[in-house]
């Protein structure tokens, strides 16, 4: 039962265009979301966080969207630069279970053209 | 600050052996979590730790377990492997606080023969 998903797994996109990376969950629960960035042979590293009491979260060229109510959330990297390919997971975790628990979706690479 | 280290890096192991990992997380951390990469299937949670105790568990069988030192420094060991243990492992240490990112080492790429 896969409650991070990341339907597209992969995207390619121009540089100097937006990309928007997407991720669905299933589980009401959740009021915690992460994006991590991977490089190949490196472990993740965060990105950027949004709470579920926000629907949106800013830092430099990344964006995070919250939809509650679709269960749906959503990276904006604008404009995107060749040294944003890599792979993107999102991650939820809910807070109030006392634990630190992230359901990771199965990544999107993204592909930033020169 | 020095980062979440993890040993090794690389492990090339035999079926049916058992091999031991090791994570020091970030001082200060005392949350521990171990994960598994495999290709298509993202990061699957295996464990936490929190204190010298197994705080949540993913689903993976009983091969695979666990332990945290006094100090946070965390193993991981898998008995009995199999060609399907082949995977990057990471782990992850976080603050205990809720709503705080976790932060990763580069992993132990284990390949299984």
């Known amino acids: 039962d896969q409650q991070v998903k990341q339907n597209s797994p992969s995207l390619s996109v121009q540089e100097g265009r937006i990309s928007i990376l997407n991720c669905d969950y299933t589980?009401?629960?959740?009021?915690?979301f992460l994006w991590y960035k991977k490089y190949p042979a490196e472990g993740p590293t965060f990105l950027i966080s949004i709470s579920s009491i926000k629907d949106k979260n800013e830092d430099g060229r990344f964006t995070v969207f919250l939809n509650k109510s679709a269960k749906h959330l959503s990276l904006h990297i604008v404009p995107s630069q060749p040294g944003d390919s890599a792979v993107y997971f999102c991650a939820a975790s809910t807070t109030t279970s006392g634990t630190y628990k992230y359901i990771f979706g199965t990544g999107t690479r993204l592909k930033v053209l020169a | 600050k020095a980062g979440v280290t993890q040993t090794p890096r690389y492990l090339i192991k035999t079926r049916g052996q058992q091999v031991t990992l090791s994570c020091s997380p970030i001082?200060?951390?005392?949350?521990v979590s171990w994960y598994q990469q495999t290709p298509g299937q993202g990061l699957q949670f295996l464990f936490e730790y929190f204190s010298e105790t197994q705080r949540n568990k993913g689903n993976f069988p009983g091969r695979f377990s666990g332990r945290q030192f006094s100090n946070s420094r965390s193993e991981m060991n898998v008995s009995t492997l199999e060609l399907g243990d082949s995977a990057l492992y990471l782990c992850?240490?976080?603050?205990?606080?809720?709503?705080?990112?976790?932060?990763f080492g580069q992993g132990t790429r284990l390949t299984v023969v």
């Open positions: 992850a240490s976080s603050l205990d606080n809720p709503g705080t990112e976790a932060f």
């Open positions: 589980n009401s629960m959740f009021d915690y």
């Open positions: 001082s200060g951390h005392r949350s």
